[in-house]
């Protein structure tokens, strides 16, 4: 049905406080030891994302939401490779902290439901949720401690 759209929501608790995380999403080289190698961020409301999170393509992004420590709004920039149709991609992290651990919560919008879309929609979920378990151990194995 066209008009119709889907995206996706992954939730991962990580056994550390909110600030970590936070700086494992926003700060540049720590951002490229857990993400992709070669991801780079300017972090502020305004700045720019890109990592190449499925290995494959590469998410090129507008920061519209920053919220240190609770909050990260990326809105991905039109592709060439992606079909023509004036879609609107969100990934939204949202952080919650729970005792000494933090909820980690990111929600995918924005997808046309068309065939068409398929291949990259699987794509982007399945490999958002392989990064957000990249970063579970990165973090739950204090790698971020490693890195200083």
């Known amino acids: 049905m066209a008009g119709k759209l889907r995206g996706y929501a992954h939730r991962i608790d990580i056994n550390a406080d909110t600030a970590r ?6 700060e540049p080289a720590a951002l490229a030891r857990w993400c992709a190698p070669g991801a780079t961020i ?21 920061i519209d939401v920053f919220d240190a420590g609770r909050r990260l ?8 490779d992606l079909p023509a149709q004036g879609a609107t991609l969100i ?5 919650e902290a729970d005792g ?3 909820i980690v919560r990111l929600l995918g919008s924005g997808f046309p439901d068309d065939k068409i879309w398929d291949p990259y929609f699987l794509r982007l979920r399945t490999s958002w949720e392989r ?8 973090l739950d194995k204090k790698m971020d401690a490693e890195a200083k």
Do not use: N
């Open 21 to 26: 995380v936070w700086r494992a999403l926003t």
């Open 91 to 95: 990934d939204d992290f949202l952080l």
């Open 73 to 80: 709004r990326l809105i991905h920039m039109e592709q060439d």
């Open 131 to 138: 990064a957000l378990a990249r970063l579970k151990v990165y």
């Open 42 to 62: 300017r972090p502020r409301a305004g700045g720019s994302f890109r990592a190449s999170v499925d290995r494959i393509g590469v998410i090129d992004a507008h």
């Open 100 to 102: 000494a651990a933090t």
